[in-house]
């Protein structure tokens, strides 16, 4: 579950962080930044949607090299186009998703042509990985824990029995419950 999302020089947010609930209403006059709120969840879909399917890459960003995963525009459901406030395209643009088991997804905007999607992990030694379709016959690193939802009558790889609102962790061979987003927390 998403806990807060911190905005950074993105479009009519220049510093701006939201700490999110279980159920969150948007309110305010027009031109505050509700619709700029839903164009960051619809930039994090198209983003997790394309990243799943890939292993994060080294990208050279100016002078820096970081890993991730660069989004092709034309993945994107909003433009790039003055993205950045006020036009200061010489500051960092992002936006940063903090998720409650720590992790944090963070999309980059670089020269009104550039998204990358970084993930950090927020547990030590933790190896979560990106939720891949049930068709896919590898499953790539990246730091969202990897699930696998069987039918009810189905056992964990340690043995144990779960029901079917329960998913198998890979990694630890645990159970874990599947009723929450795409991003568990």
């Known amino acids: 579950m998403f806990t807060t999302i911190k905005f950074r020089n993105f479009k009519c947010l220049r510093d701006f962080t939201v700490h999110l609930r279980t159920t969150n209403v948007l309110v305010g006059p027009n031109n505050s930044g509700k619709s700029t709120i839903l164009d960051a969840f619809r930039a994090l879909a198209s983003a997790h949607a394309f990243a799943s399917r890939r292993n994060p890459t080294i ?5 820096e090299t970081i890993e991730g995963y660069e ?3 034309s993945k994107l459901p909003i433009s790039l186009e003055n993205i950045h406030s ?9 936006i940063t998703f903090f998720l409650q088991n720590g992790n944090k997804l963070r999309l980059l905007f670089h020269d009104n042509s550039r998204c990358i999607l970084q993930v950090e992990s927020g547990a030590p030694h933790s190896s979560a990985n990106i939720s891949r379709p049930q068709s ?24 144990k029995a779960r029901d079917a609102r329960t998913a198998c962790s890979e990694t630890s061979g645990t159970a874990v419950n599947t009723n929450s987003p795409p991003f568990k927390g």
């Open 59 to 63: 990208i050279s960003v100016g002078t």
């Open 71 to 73: 989004i092709p525009v």
């Open 86 to 94: 006020d036009y200061r395209t010489d500051e960092e643009t992002s």
């Open 136 to 159: 896919a016959r590898f499953q790539r690193s990246a730091p969202w824990r990897r699930t696998s939802i069987c039918s009810p009558t189905s056992t964990c790889n340690n043995g």
